[in-house]
Antibody
Framework: QMQLVESGGGVVQPGGSLRLSCEAS????????MHWVRQVPGKGLEWVSFIQFDGSFKWYADTVKGRFTISRDDSKNTLYLQMNNLTAEDGALYYC??????????WGRGTTVTVSS | QSALTQPASVSGSPGQSITISCTGTSSDVGNFDFVSWYQHHPGKAPKVLIYRVNERPSGVSNRFSGSKSGNTASLTISGLQTEDEGDYFCCSYGGRLWVFGGGTKLTVL
């Protein structure tokens, strides 16, 4: 079945960097657009970034634009999120999700990022 | 990119119907028929219930239905069941971005 598994979360100091990964299985990853979405504990979901199936479009929320970079490696069925210059406000549970018909069809269980000194 | 507005909580008894509203702007909900709804139980992956305002993915119960009027979308759950208890989020495409609601906690009394 379709599955997404996020990894790469952890504790990082303010101003630091982290790269999240999302490994896909059970579907044709190379033909699927993808999202990153995050959730601060006790708060709502926040869309972070989108990448078209061929990497031709990459869109970002204003809150992360210029600091985060979304990318994909279809040979590894893996989606990435490079996060630089992290702040406390970036601490959250990060989900990856498939992008179908302008909605998020399949989600992973998330990986936690904590930004703290 | 302001979050869509949802009530913080709603409640209902088993068998009843409830409706959760989701208010956006003319830049998102009012401008695109790309509103989706998600059910989220803590510790689990969110699950899509509704897409394109009122379409249900295969396998989702027909107790869940969606609608939209102007800048406000709605999710209705009929025949409430105890397992419906959880958090519900709306989401709208807004032109090169997506915006979520703050979430609504549903309690089944």
């Amino acid at each position: 079945q379709m599955q997404l598994v996020e990894s790469g979360g952890g504790v990082v100091q303010p101003g630091g960097s982290l790269r999240l990964s999302c490994e896909a299985s059970g579907f044709t990853f190379f033909s699927t657009a993808m999202h990153w979405v995050r959730q601060v504990p006790g708060k709502g979901l926040e869309w972070v970034s989108f990448i078209q199936f061929d990497g031709s479009f990459k869109w970002y929320a204003d809150t992360v634009k210029g600091r985060f970079t979304i990318s994909r490696d279809d040979s590894k069925n893996t989606l990435y999120l490079q996060m630089n210059n992290l702040t406390a406000e970036d601490g959250a549970l990060y989900y990856c999700a498939t992008a179908i018909n302008y909605y998020m069809e399949v989600w992973g269980r998330g990986t936690t990022v904590t930004v703290s000194s | 990119q302001s979050a869509l507005t949802q009530p913080a909580s709603v409640s209902g008894s088993p068998g009843q119907s409830i409706t959760i509203s989701c208010t956006g702007t003319s830049s998102d909900v009012g401008n695109f028929d790309f509103v989706s709804w998600y059910q989220h139980h803590p510790g689990k992956a969110p699950k899509v219930l509704i897409y394109r305002v009122n379409e249900r993915p295969s396998g989702v119960s027909n107790r869940f239905s969606g609608s939209k009027s102007g800048n406000t979308a709605s999710l209705t759950i009929s025949g409430l069941q105890t397992e419906d208890e959880g958090d519900y989020f709306c989401c709208s495409y807004g032109g090169r971005l997506w915006v979520f609601g703050g979430g609504t906690k549903l309690t089944v009394l």
